[in-house]
C-alpha cells in the first residue's frame, strides 16, 4: 500500500532549485536511502514528507492517518528532564484523557525496553550519542508509519549505532534515512 506520494516537487528558498520536479513514492516496509552531496535537498526533502515544510510546488498525496516522526541532524544543546519524560513528549493524543495516558504510558515502556535505556535517567547529564538515541525514542514512540532517519549515526557511540540498527530492523512501518555512513547502509 503506497503510504505518501510526492509529485513534481519544486523547492528553491529563493534560489537555484534544491528539488526541481522531483517525485518519491513511499509503500508499507519500504527501506529507502537517500544519498548525495551535502546542500542537494536531501533534509529538505525529510522535511517536506514530515510535513514541516511546503514545497513551492507539486503534489503530496498522503491519507490523513499516516503518521510520520523525524529524526533529525542535529542534537539539542539543552535536553532537561528525564529520558521517559523526553521519550513519552513525542506522543500524540488520539484517544480520550483517561485512556490516552494508559497508551501514552504503555507506548513509552515499551519503547524504553525497546531501546535498553534507563527512564529515570537525567538527558542534561547524556553524551550526545546516548541523547540521540532517546530522540529516536521520542521518534518511534508513538509506532509511525514512515520513520524518517536524517544522519542517524552522527554522534552515536557503537552500542548505539547497534542499537539504531536493532529498532530498525524491528520496526514495521517504512524507513526514508539519509546518511553517508556507509557501514550503517
Known amino acids: 500500500m503506497t503510504l505518501i506520494n510526492l509529485q ?6 529563493g534560489g537555484p532549485a534544491l528539488l526541481d520536479g522531483s517525485n518519491l513514492q513511499i509503500n ?5 536511502a537517500l544519498l548525495g552531496r551535502n546542500g542537494t535537498g536531501k533534509s529538505c526533502l525529510m522535511k517536506i514528507i514530515n510535513g514541516d515544510i511546503e514545497p513551492d510546488s507539486g503534489t503530496i498525496l498522503k491519507d490523513s ?3 510520520t516522526a523525524l529524526l533529525s541532524q542535529e542534537v539539542p544543546e539543552h535536553m532537561t528532564g528525564t529520558i521517559y519524560d523526553v521519550i513519552a513528549g513525542g506522543h500524540v493524543p ?3 484523557d483517561q485512556h490516552d495516558e494508559q497508551h501514552k504510558h504503555l507506548q513509552t515502556e515499551k519503547t524504553l ?6 527512564g529515570d535517567a537525567e538527558t542534561a547529564t547524556l553524551s550526545a ?7 529516536l525514542g521520542r521518534a518511534l514512540v508513538d509506532d509511525p508509519d514512515i ?5 542517524p549515526t552522527n554522534h552515536l ?3 548505539s549505532c547497534d542499537a539504531l540498527l536493532a529498532a530498525i530492523d524491528s520496526f514495521d512501518g517504512a524507513v526514508v534515512m539519509v546518511t553517508h555512513n556507509e557501514m550503517f547502509l
Open 157 to 159: 557511540d557503537m552500542e
Open 28 to 32: 508499507e516496509g519500504d527501506r529507502i
Open 65 to 67: 492517518h499516516i503518521k
Open 8 to 13: 513534481h516537487i519544486h523547492l528553491a528558498f
Open 94 to 96: 488520539v484517544l480520550d
Open 147 to 151: 520513520l524518517l532517519l536524517d544522519e
Open 129 to 135: 550519542g546516548m541523547k540521540r538515541r532517546v530522540l
Open 113 to 118: 525496553s525497546m531501546l535498553g535505556v534507563n
